[in-house]
């Protein structure tokens, strides 16, 4: 069945410092892949997402490529700030049914 | 926008009780609602495809007698967990398909529920 495998945290970086999140999935067919993420008290919203092999997704200064011959979709970004802190949840989804498989989820700190 | 509110964020409900969690869309409507659930350290795991005006589909090894959805129309949901037993403290989550937000999500994520049983 699909799945998502994702690094496990919690992640605690210094303001600035270059962040990557693993990423992994297994899945029978083509899925679209997600990063989400869950700010304090917040529910979950979506960062980025790419839809076919070699996509790049990207937004905030995020970026994550869609490596379907590693299977993998990690997610980096440069210089991490402090509000950047949240919980990062990768998924993917096959169908247009919506069903999602979520990661752990990874949570980050960023302390100035 | 769209915006899916779930209520209440949190309750403490003690063994035998029944609670229910509403979630709603706000500015949409939405057909399919989905209902998580996430343990700590753990992925957040699918318990039920709600469709409006039809019987919820439970994913495997979740009880549909002990965990009821309610989809009664285009923007509530309901999941009602009856029963309840400290085994069921958790974290549940309900989604929404729908809607046109700013981050052109196909799913929309209400705030959580935060579920202890004593």
């Known amino acids: 069945g699909d799945s998502v495998t994702q690094m496990e945290g919690p992640v605690t970086l210094s303001e600035e410092a270059f962040l990557t999140i693993n990423c992994t999935y297994t899945a029978t067919g083509y899925p679209s892949l997600f990063w989400y993420v869950q700010y304090p008290g917040e529910g979950l919203q979506l960062l980025l997402k790419a839809t076919k092999a070699d996509d790049k997704g990207s937004n905030k200064g995020f970026e994550a490529t869609y490596r379907k011959e590693t299977t993998s979709f990690h997610l980096e970004k440069g210089s991490v700030q402090v509000s950047d802190s949240a919980v990062y949840f990768c998924?993917?989804?096959?169908?247009?049914?919506?069903?999602?498989?979520f990661g752990t989820g990874t949570s980050l700190t960023v302390i100035p | 926008g769209a915006v899916v509110s779930q209520h209440p964020s949190w309750v403490i409900c003690k063994s035998g009780t029944s609670v229910k969690i509403e979630c709603r869309s706000l500015d949409f409507q939405a057909t399919t609602m989905f209902w998580y659930r996430q343990f700590p350290k753990q992925s957040l795991m699918l318990m039920a495809t709600s469709n409006e005006g039809s019987k919820a589909t439970y994913e495997q090894g979740v009880e549909k007698d002990k965990f009821l959805i309610n989809h009664a129309s285009l923007t509530l949901s309901t999941l009602t967990v009856t029963s309840a037993h400290p085994e069921d403290s958790s974290f549940y989550i309900c989604?929404?398909?729908?809607?046109?937000?700013?981050?052109?999500?196909?799913?929309?994520f209400g705030n959580g529920t935060r579920l202890t049983v004593t």
């Open positions: 989604s929404a398909a729908g809607g046109t937000g700013n981050d052109n999500s196909p799913l929309h």
């Open positions: 998924a993917l989804s096959e169908d247009t049914g919506n069903q999602f498989y």
